[in-house]
T-cell receptor
């Protein structure tokens, strides 16, 4: 157990729908990062939050948004889903090292 | 072009053989992480390197960061079937303390034949 918790593990939804992925960082870690892993693009950075504030943005679509709450857990919201959004979504937290959760596998049908 | 290049893309070795995976950057590496991933599963942290010339070992896996901090290698000694998986290097390409995004290579798929 890495200490970074992601839920749900699997999600199957239809095109056009909206889903929310949840991440709880390791105890004491203030930063949360979201990544998307697909077969063709590999592991791509989406967005980082630090202590509730957006710190850095990567290749995140406008249909996607995220936030970090006062208890430091984070949510990634994906809307108007398309088939191409099917991927593994990881969150990571960091302090002295960088630790990943076990991911959420999103399948859009 | 990729900011972080991993080579080889795939590797098939006989159990007991040694192997090396490389990770090369066109920019200075401010932190270099090695992870192992089974297909479709999470990333397992292996090692983190930060200082030029640093070398770390865990069991039969050794990782080095070269002096110029632009290349890292992962060496597995006497490979076993349990070493099979995808090896990913992730690098901090911008100095930013302990809070920074990682850029990843495409990964190296390792197969170890018994």
């Amino acid at each position: 157990d890495s200490g970074v918790t992601q839920t749900p593990k699997h999600l199957i939804t239809a095109t056009g729908q909206r889903v929310t992925l949840r991440c709880s960082p390791r105890s004491g870690d203030l930063s949360v990062y979201w990544y998307q892993q697909s077969l063709d693009q590999g592991l791509q950075f989406l967005i980082q939050y630090y202590n509730g504030e957006e710190r850095a943005k990567g290749n995140i679509l406008e249909r996607f948004s995220a936030q970090q709450f006062p208890d430091l857990h984070s949510e990634l919201n994906l809307s108007s889903l398309e088939l191409g959004d099917s991927a593994l979504y990881f969150c990571a937290s960091s302090r002295t090292s960088y630790t990943f959760g076990s991911g959420t596998r999103l399948t859009v049908v | 072009s990729q900011e972080l290049e991993q080579s080889p893309q795939s590797l098939i070795v006989q159990e007991g053989k040694n192997l090396t995976i490389n990770c090369t950057s066109s920019k200075t590496l401010y932190g270099l992480y090695w992870y192992k991933q089974k297909y479709g599963e999470g990333l397992i942290f292996l090692m983190m390197l930060q200082k030029g010339g640093e070398e770390k070992s865990h069991e039969k896996i050794t990782a080095k960061l070269d002096e110029k901090k632009q290349q890292s290698s992962l060496h597995i000694t006497a490979s076993q079937p349990s070493h099979a998986g995808i090896y990913l290097c992730g690098a901090a390409l911008n100095s930013g303390g302990s809070n920074y995004k990682l850029t990843f290579g495409k990964g190296t798929l390792l197969t170890v034949n018994p």
